[in-house]
């Protein structure tokens, strides 16, 4: 005997029925992919791009979007937010089939399958976006001054120079940029360049803070902290606004100190240490604030106090003549504070302390530092 099995037929629409007595499309209209309501509203900050979501905005990186790449990101991000999908695995499209003013009609479609057995398929919702512009939250307290602490360069004894306050401000905007997605606050009100130094007005305090730790080890700066009261919150709590003063050495790479009362070359600074070269024992060496011999830093002379040579002859076992580039003096020093072969015709850098001339080390991190 054998065994026929008649497939049933789809108590829909009467054609062979294939997954739960439904046939494939059958089974495909009654298990809808994704749903999605439509007209979405769709608030945008008219200043910065960021798009009110649930909770607060969801911020934009525009770089070079024209208008239409930037609604479409717009859209993106309510889109993620509305669209419900109801399978793993599926593929989303868009396509704009209309665009007025401030409405845009979409075509969303998705791709996929409503059931293992049954193969992938394409599903479209046409959807309608209606923008609206408004002004977000960072943006209010932004246009408004808005700020939570200021933080002060200065530098010990001398003018900070425009080389320094421009890489303060590229530094302060990278963070600033870094935080910009996940701190609403992450902005600067105004950056003010005055006689003492360059203030920065900056809306997050936690931003600030990090700013002025990267900064005080970068450039062992000194730091002070002060805080003034500002008025109360709704609850009485009193409010307080932090400044963060930085003051930096007088000295800077390249600058000379003395640290034991020995004339050293500053040759880096960073992660709160001091590079230096002492000039009598030609010897590197590091020293940080919380070495004895710290207190004993003080400033020697600029950079600028140094002196370019010019090897002139050099007998094996014999004296250095060297002549000095401005004025052509020749002086003799010993071949022993050499650090490198001595070649005739080769410039050197000297430095003139009380009339002793030391020979700088090898110059070249100066120049790696101006470039
Ligand atoms: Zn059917
Ligand atoms: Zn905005």
């Not at 977000?136 to 001054?145: E, N």
């Not at 600033?176 to 305090?205: C, P, W």
């Not at 009598?280 to 370019?308: C, G, H």
Request: hydrophobic share 35%; with cysteine.
């Amino acid at each position: 005997m054998m065994l026929i099995e008649l497939a049933a037929p789809c108590y829909l629409c009467g054609k062979e029925a294939v997954v739960d007595g439904l046939c494939n499309t059958c089974y495909d209209e009654q298990h809808p992919l994704m749903e999605v309501s439509t007209p979405i509203a769709l608030l945008a900050c008219k200043k910065c791009g960021s798009v009110k979501v649930p909770g607060g905005w969801k911020k934009i990186y525009i770089g070079n979007m024209n208008a239409e790449e930037l609604a479409e990101a717009q859209i993106d991000i309510v889109l993620e937010q509305e669209l419900k999908l109801f399978y793993k695995g599926l593929t989303i499209s868009l396509e704009e089939v209309n665009k007025l003013d401030r409405v845009t009609h979409l075509i969303v479609t998705a791709t996929g399958k409503s059931h293992e057995n049954l193969p992938p398929h394409d599903e479209e919702h046409p959807v309608e976006i209606r923008f609206r512009y408004g002004t977000c939250d960072t943006c209010g307290m932004m246009s408004g001054g808005y700020y939570e602490a200021i933080l002060q360069m200065r530098a010990d004894g001398r003018q900070l120079s425009d080389d320094e306050k421009k890489e303060f401000t590229e530094r302060v905007t990278e963070m600033t940029v870094a935080r910009y997605k996940s701190d609403d606050k992450a902005f600067v009100s105004l950056i003010d360049d005055n006689k003492f130094g360059i203030d920065y007005y900056i809306g997050s305090e936690h931003l600030a803070k990090d700013i002025a730790d990267h900064f005080e080890g970068r450039y062992i700066a000194e730091r002070k902290e002060n805080f003034s009261l500002v008025g109360e919150d709704k609850t009485g709590k009193k409010k307080y606004r932090i400044t963060i003063l930085l003051r930096l050495p007088r000295f800077s790479i390249g600058d000379f100190v003395l640290v034991s009362e020995q004339p050293c070359q500053v040759l880096a600074m960073g992660t709160s240490n001091l590079t230096c070269f002492n000039l009598i024992r030609r010897e590197r060496f590091t020293i940080n604030p919380r070495n004895p011999k710290w207190k004993t830093l003080d400033f020697l002379a600029p950079l600028t106090e140094r002196r370019e040579f010019m090897v002139v002859t050099h007998v094996f076992g014999q004296p250095v003549q060297i002549m000095d580039s401005l004025n052509f003096d020749v002086t003799e020093v010993d071949e022993s504070v050499f650090d490198s072969k001595i070649t005739s015709g080769a410039k050197i850098h000297g430095l003139f302390v009380e009339d002793q001339l030391y020979i700088l080390p090898d110059q070249a991190f100066i120049e790696i530092k101006e470039n």
